[in-house]
């Protein structure tokens, strides 16, 4: 029993935290990257895009539109370097397709205003740049621009307004600026814009709705989602979840084979026992369920330990591993190193069905054998040196 119960316990823990990986990618990652995007052909980018977001809010399935003009480069700061996705937004309407206002530090979105330069950065990016709210850091675009001195890079002085922390590697790379401002920086005209961002309703059928949305405009764009840049981090999680199942299935097999093993004990220990029960009446097929609800009581009972201590496991690791880093004073999960820096968990309830289920299904099938043997036991044979 306590075999079986540690197995099951230990699959739903594992499985819950998995699943909690699961929840904080999905709401964190995919809340600050779009969902999809349509983008412009070309460098001079997409003009009248207000009708054309308009337009696309009405399209089912579509939850939020935001223009963006996106760029790559590097920020300075007291002789560091940092490159960095800058990504240059409409604060008035990021809010429909970003998580990003909720995560806020220091700070607001709303402080980006046009022509004012100024930069929220993520909290991982401004500590490795020794910067804080008030500062000033150098974007540096990889675009060369011929002046007196030569050909020079790119460059312009941002002031930093806002710091965000959604506890993912994009604290570290990304950064914020207003549209306008990165229109210029980019040289184009103002009010064109990169493309649009969208956020969906339903977020996996992201390719198919994406391109539904493209077709039914006059003009042409290319179409990303998110299952391009980062669909392989969530199939890799699918993955890892599946394999961690089956490598702890391997423990209710193990507390499995030990109700093998005592009910084989039991007969052999019990074989005058069911001798006498056979010459008094008992028919083989009696004797095959006495010991068939011997070993299925032990597996309910083993199974229901192991759910209760699971669930509530599940229900509580988050606060039970926060309440041990403060007593001893360490952090298991460094925001520096993982994606985020607690350890989240989501018990899903059809997991909890399908785990009762399979360690049912797996002490049924291991009292076959043990009760089979038993209702084979001849009563000459175990009486003979009685």
Not at 100 to 127: C, F, K, P, W
Not at 206 to 217: C, D, G, I, T, W
């Given at each position: 029993m306590l075999g079986l119960m540690l197995g099951v316990a230990a699959l739903i823990l594992v499985l819950s935290v998995m699943n909690g990986f699961d929840r904080e990618l999905r709401q964190r990652i995919l809340g600050m990257v779009p969902h999809a995007t349509l983008g412009a052909y070309g460098d001079e980018g997409l003009d009248g895009w207000q009708e054309l977001a308009t337009e696309i809010r009405l399209e089912p399935g579509v939850a939020g539109v935001a223009p963006f003009v996106q760029a790559q480069g590097m920020l300075t700061s007291y002789g560091r370097v940092q490159g960095v996705q800058v990504n240059g937004i409409d604060p008035r309407v990021e809010n429909e397709v970003s998580?990003?206002?909720?995560?806020?530090?220091?700070?607001?979105?709303?402080?980006?205003?046009?022509?004012?330069?100024?930069?929220?950065?993520?909290?991982?990016?401004?500590?490795?740049l020794g910067v804080s709210v008030g500062d000033k850091v150098t974007l540096v675009l990889p675009e060369a621009s011929v002046s007196v001195a030569g050909v020079v890079p790119r460059m312009k002085r941002f002031t930093v307004v806002g710091l965000f922390s959604v506890g993912a590697e994009l604290d570290a790379n990304l950064a914020y600026i207003h549209i306008d401002d990165a229109a210029r920086l980019k040289r184009m005209q103002l009010g064109r814009v990169d493309g649009l961002r969208l956020k969906l309703d339903d977020?996996?059928?992201?390719?198919?709705?994406?391109?539904?949305?493209?077709?039914?405009?006059?003009?042409?764009?290319y179409v990303s989602d998110w299952t391009r840049t980062h669909g392989n981090l969530f199939q890799a999680i699918q993955m890892e979840k599946r394999m961690i199942a089956l490598l702890l299935l391997l423990i209710v097999f193990v507390a499995a084979f030990n109700i093998v093993s005592t009910l084989v004990m039991v007969v052999t220990d019990k074989r005058s026992d069911i001798a006498i029960l056979r010459t008094m009446g008992a028919t083989p097929a009696s004797i095959l369920r006495i010991f068939m609800v011997q070993g299925v009581l032990i597996g309910f009972i083993g199974t229901a330990l192991g759910v209760g201590l699971g669930v509530t496991l599940a229900l509580t690791v988050t606060d039970l591993v926060a309440w041990v880093e403060r007593m001893l004073g360490i952090q298991f999960l460094s925001s520096e190193v993982y994606f985020i820096s607690y350890l989240p968990s989501e018990l899903v309830w059809s997991d909890v069905g399908l785990i009762t289920s399979a360690a049912l299904l797996i002490s049924f099938v291991a009292t076959l054998y043990p009760a089979w043997r038993a209702s084979r036991t001849q009563p000459a044979e175990a009486l003979r040196y009685e």
């Open positions: 998580i990003i206002s909720d995560h806020m530090q220091q700070g607001e979105t709303g402080l980006l205003q046009a022509g004012e330069y100024n930069i929220v950065l993520g909290e991982l990016l401004a500590r490795f977020l996996f059928k992201a390719p198919e709705l994406a391109r539904r949305v493209a077709m039914a405009q006059e003009r042409p764009f």
